[in-house]
């Protein structure tokens, strides 16, 4: 068994829907393609709070499997107009495997620029980025790793 989160950035409510079997190796790529399908993102303003942000991992995530602990993450791209996703590695896919997270969407857009922080309870809290804006990625990691600890997987959008 997997947790799902459904992240309303609007109002800060967090939503969770439990995955199991099917639904868990489903994961990744082949759950943002279906999801992007069936919620009509293809129609939606790109840049919109109607655009919702996905990100998913695959059924070993959290393991010491090769290429298991992979992210993808997907919605309808402003560039190209159509929907897919992207994937990273590094130690995110890892981390949400080992928190029992299958992913989470981001819907809606958040009135101010926001850290969101999902603790090793699952316990999601929401804080201002105020401080963080202007900084390079390197430099809002280190903010970052000083406030929530060094063991902390960081997933930033920024220059």
């Known amino acids: 068994m997997r947790e799902y ?4 950035l609007a109002d800060q409510k967090v939503d969770r829907q439990t995955f199991t079997g099917e639904k868990i190796a489903r994961g990744g790529r082949y759950f943002i393609a279906r999801e992007l399908v069936e919620c009509g993102a293809a129609k939606v303003e790109p840049l919109s709070g109607d655009n ?3 990100f998913s991992v695959g059924p070993f995530a959290g393991t010491n499997f090769s290429n298991a602990n ?3 993450v997907g919605c309808r791209s402003p ?4 929907i897919k996703e992207a994937n990273a590695g ?3 896919g890892f981390a949400l495997g080992q928190l029992g ?3 989470f969407t981001l ?3 958040a009135s101010e620029w926001t850290v969101m922080h999902i603790s090793l309870e699952g316990e999601v809290s929401f804080s201002p980025a105020d401080d963080l804006m202007g900084l390079s990625n390197f430099e809002c990691a280190a903010k970052l ?3 929530f600890g060094k063991k902390v997987s960081l997933g930033i959008c920024g220059a």
């Open 5 to 8: 989160l459904h992240i309303q």
């Open 52 to 54: 919702p942000l996905i």
């Open 70 to 72: 992979r992210v993808s």
């Open 79 to 82: 560039l190209t107009g159509g």
């Open 90 to 92: 590094g130690t995110f």
């Open 101 to 103: 997270l299958a992913g």
């Open 107 to 109: 819907h809606g857009a």
């Open 145 to 147: 790793h000083e406030q």
